[in-house]
């Protein structure tokens, strides 16, 4: 059982290009999530998903987009990357879109922007 | 608004001793409490989780946590740590009812372990 896995596990990137992490869960979890992880300011939701067909804003979700066509995949979207992009991306599951759930998550894609 | 602050960035303890990592938060209600704990270059796991019943929850690799309502804490202890506990440690909070469903971390604290 893999859980959840993320791909690339590292990139480096130009600025204004467009990249897209992909994240795949194998747990039939409805819920997913997308955080970045920046040094002094823990993780940030950036976008997170309740179901599949269903998305919703987190708390920094400017320059990022999702989409949900299915209940394994949960792919994060820079239309156009910017050097404050740069940081470690997260993607998480939970059984169901409840606070109580524990969420599960990836080994992470470290993303630079150049 | 709802907040979790963690007050030590970087903790270092020697190998053996006892451990506490503090956690409080701030919400009108008792919300779910977790502790999660990542290793270095991995994900986050989850060490423990509180939501209701005998405040002191026990959860993985001999950890312990205490809620105390009066003071909105949710202490991580470890009586004995051990090398491979070096780690940075998230108190994360699940905000209760509502249409709320992810959580919210506070900024980590690092866990050095010297010999």
């Known amino acids: 059982i893999a859980g959840i896995t993320q791909a690339p596990t590292s990139q480096i990137l130009a600025a204004g290009r467009r990249m897209t992490l992909r994240c795949t869960q194998d747990?039939?979890?409805?819920?997913m999530y997308w955080y970045r992880q920046d040094l002094g300011l823990g993780l940030r939701l950036i976008h997170y998903?309740?179901?599949?067909?269903?998305?919703g804003k987190g708390e920094v979700p400017d320059g990022y987009s999702v989409s949900r066509a299915n209940t394994d995949d949960f792919p994060l979207t820079l239309a156009s990357a910017v050097p404050s992009q740069t940081s470690v991306y997260f993607c998480?599951?939970?059984?169901?879109?409840?606070?109580?759930?524990?969420?599960?998550f990836g080994p992470g894609t470290r993303l630079t922007v150049l | 608004a709802q907040s979790v602050t963690q007050p030590d960035i970087h903790i270092t303890v020697s190998e053996g001793a006892s451990l506490e990592l503090r956690c409080n938060y701030s919400?009108?209600?008792?919300?779910?409490l977790f502790w999660y704990v990542q290793s270095p270059g991995q994900g986050l796991q989850l060490l423990l989780k509180?939501?209701?019943?005998?405040?002191l929850v026990q959860g993985i690799k001999g950890f312990e946590a205490e809620f105390k309502r009066s003071q909105s804490s949710f202490n991580l202890r470890k009586p004995s740590v051990h090398w491979s506990d070096a780690a940075e440690y998230f108190c994360?909070?699940?905000?209760?009812?509502?249409?709320?469903?992810?959580?919210?971390f506070g900024k980590g604290t690092k866990l050095s372990v010297k010999p």
């Open positions: 998480a599951s939970s059984q169901e879109w409840s606070s109580y759930n524990e969420q599960f």
């Open positions: 998903s309740n179901t599949a067909g269903t998305t």
């Open positions: 747990m039939r979890h409805n819920a």
């Open positions: 994360a909070v699940g905000l209760y009812g509502g249409s709320q469903g992810n959580l919210i």
């Open positions: 509180y939501f209701s019943g005998d405040t």
């Open positions: 919400y009108g209600a008792t919300p779910y």
